[in-house]
């Protein structure tokens, strides 16, 4: 079963970028994109996905760093 746990999305923006936090099977899901390109990473806890799940929404809130290093960021766990 795969499902939606939590979903941030930018407001005010013509094309918003999204975080989502999710359950696939017995492993956790988090994404990153917009408009059918989505970047994500599958964990095999719900702590390790909602550290980066958190990573990435504050990096939104605040407006820090491009896309390109979000998406490195979970691709790799590491920030270009």
Same mark, same amino acid.
């Given at each position: 079963?795969?499902?939606?746990?939590?979903?941030?999305?930018?407001?005010?923006?013509? !094309?918003?970028?999204?975080?989502?936090?999710?359950?696939? &099977? !017995?492993?956790?899901?988090?994404?990153?994109?917009?408009? %059918?390109?989505?970047?994500? !990473?599958?964990?095999?806890?719900?702590?390790?996905?909602?550290?980066?799940?958190?990573?990435?929404?504050?990096? /939104?809130?605040? %407006? /820090?760093?491009?896309?390109?290093?979000?998406?490195?960021? /979970?691709?790799? &766990?590491?920030?270009?």
């Amino acid at each position: 079963m795969i499902y939606t746990i939590a979903v941030i999305t930018e407001c005010c923006k013509e !094309n918003p970028l999204t975080v989502e936090i999710g359950v696939k &099977g !017995n492993e956790y899901t988090v994404s990153l994109g917009r408009e %059918g390109q989505y970047t994500s !990473n599958t964990f095999k806890s719900m702590a390790d996905a909602y550290k980066v799940f958190e990573k990435l929404s504050s990096w /939104l809130v605040m %407006g /820090l760093y491009p896309e390109s290093a979000k998406r490195h960021f /979970l691709e790799t &766990g590491t920030i270009e």
